[in-house]
């Protein structure tokens, strides 16, 4: 039995994750993820509101930080600086927590639910990070496409970082802000347009 309620979640968590991956997350029930983690279904659910939550526990401490370090970076940096500081300050959050990471990233994409749950939380994450960039008095739209681009970039490091393991994700994450950059240089609006 767990003695505490922090060691009861991280074991609720792990059950969850190898019931989803042995049987599938439709086939796993919230008493068979109790069951594994060794205690009962009740105790599930003053941890998690839902099976699919077990996956996303930490949503929103990652969000916290993130427009915590938004907020805090220098006033001379420009949007995707400001984003790429905020993003290297969670990244501990990310890799304390790497051995739940690939495997929850293979079952997320083997379920559409999940995948559907994802994205909502990308976009919860997202939209917060442009109204932390608005409160620093990037306008509107800027705030929405910087965020929106930025996280683009940050997931793709994410993605990189469990296919290659042997570089850190701060590696990761420069190199996408570095192709991030990349793109916005390599052709004018003028160029861009189509019928030119």
Do not use: C
């Amino acid at each position: 039995m767990p003695r505490s309620g922090a060691e009861a979640r991280r074991r609720l968590q792990q059950a969850a994750l190898e019931l989803y991956r042995e049987r599938g997350f439709d086939q796993t029930t919230t008493a068979e993820i109790a069951a594994r983690a060794g205690v009962n279904e009740r105790t599930f659910f003053r941890h998690f509101p839902d099976k699919r939550e077990v996956l996303f526990d930490g949503e929103s401490d990652l969000r916290a930080a993130l427009t915590r370090a938004v907020a805090e970076a220098p006033h001379d940096l420009q949007p995707l600086d400001i984003l790429l500081r905020a993003f290297r300050k969670v990244e501990p959050i990310l890799e304390g927590n790497r051995p739940f990471a690939e495997p929850r990233l293979e079952v997320i994409a083997a379920t559409p639910a999940l995948r559907e749950r994802d994205l909502a939380k990308a976009a919860s994450i997202s939209e917060a990070v442009a109204e932390a960039l608005r409160q620093r008095g990037v306008t509107g739209r800027l705030a929405t496409l910087a965020a929106q681009t930025g996280w683009a970039a940050f997931h793709q490091a994410i993605h990189d970082w469990i296919e290659d393991p042997s570089q850190s994700l701060d590696v990761h994450v420069l190199r996408a802000f570095d192709d991030l950059r990349a793109l916005s240089v390599t052709a004018s609006p003028a160029q861009a347009r189509p019928g030119d």
